[in-house]
């Protein structure tokens, strides 16, 4: 290489879905707007969609929302941004300073265009995009994308950009989730796992389905990945839950896939956590574990939602006891599977670096 000449500067951006600034209802509300007005999180037309949200929602939402908040906040902040930025740190550590690496968030701070505008500066022309959604949705991973695609287009000089595909059953994730998980299933002595899943419309689901034809929520839809429901998250999460269940040698007999998170009185796609809790009581599950495959960080849906909300429920129906098992967030295990994952998508000049080390 001429003197003066160099390899393309490779920056890694993790993306994940945001958090409120702060427990506090203003907060809140300033997130929530930004968030529910994405048309791709709430896919009905944009005046009925602004009726929704402006009328119904944030007149009320935002306190409510606050206070689940504050049982979840730490002394250093939200959960979900104090986790993101430990894992950028492990993998900067991982990749070396030839590398930047940083994190962003779809909503709230810190924003994809803020960050993005700081690995320009940085001299970043190759961009390594991964969002942290292991199953691909439209209203996560898609809208994130989207913003992506967004901001680097503005550019004079556009960077090139490699995304990193879903990798809810790639092998490294799989062993993360399993190598993490079995001491507190060995500890806890469960006798059900529960692999509890974000809710999506059922709407949303069959739209993925570029086909028209398979997925209609229907017996057998997902059992397995096909052309038809190549993007679909719901069957992305049942191929997550048969492999985890063969990484764990756990009887998939003593674990049920369900989704949380359901709002409003339209269809999500079932079987709902909510719902399966007293009945899993009632076929005799007394010890329930409950893993979040969906999320890699911990964070609201699974430290209050699961963590406090289920479990209260799960007791007042009768079982003797429910965990939350903790989601990857930067154990090292994650940190070593991400990079595997990444391997492929960071380019020669990142590679040299890595072999350098």
Known sequence: MAPGDRLPRTGLLLVNLGTPDAPRAPEVRRYLKQFLHDPRVIDIPAIARWLLVNGIILPFRP????????????????????????????????????????????????????VLDEMRRLGVDRLV??????QYAA??????????????GKAWNVPAVSV????????????ALADAARPHLERFGADHLLLSYHGLPVRQVQKSDDTGSHCQIAAGCCDRITEANRACYRAHSFATSRALL??????????????????????????YTDVLLPELVKSGVRRLAVMTPSFVADCLETLEEVGIRAREDFLEAGGEDLVQIP??????????ALHEILRPHLGAGAREALLAR
Request: proline share 12%; with cysteine; charged share 20%.
């Open 327 to 336: 989601c990857l967030n930067s154990d090292p295990v994650w940190v070593e």
């Open 164 to 175: 990193v595909e879903p990798f809810y059953d790639h092998p490294a994730f799989i062993r």
């Open 63 to 114: 306190r409510k929302s606050a206070a689940a908040y504050r049982t979840i906040w730490t002394e250093q902040g939200s959960p979900l941004l104090l986790h993101g930025q430990a894992l950028a740190t492990a993998m900067q550590e991982r990749l070396g300073p030839d590398v930047p690496v940083r994190l962003a968030m779809r909503y709230g701070n810190p924003g994809i265009e803020p």
């Open 139 to 152: 209203s996560s991973t898609g809208s994130s994308l989207e913003e992506v695609f967004r901001v680097v």
């Open 246 to 271: 063969a990484a764990l040698g756990w009887d998939p007999a003593r674990s049920t896939t369900s989704f949380q998170s359901r709002l409003g009185r339209t269809p999500w796609i079932p079987p």
């Open 129 to 134: 995009v991964c969002p942290l959604y292991p």
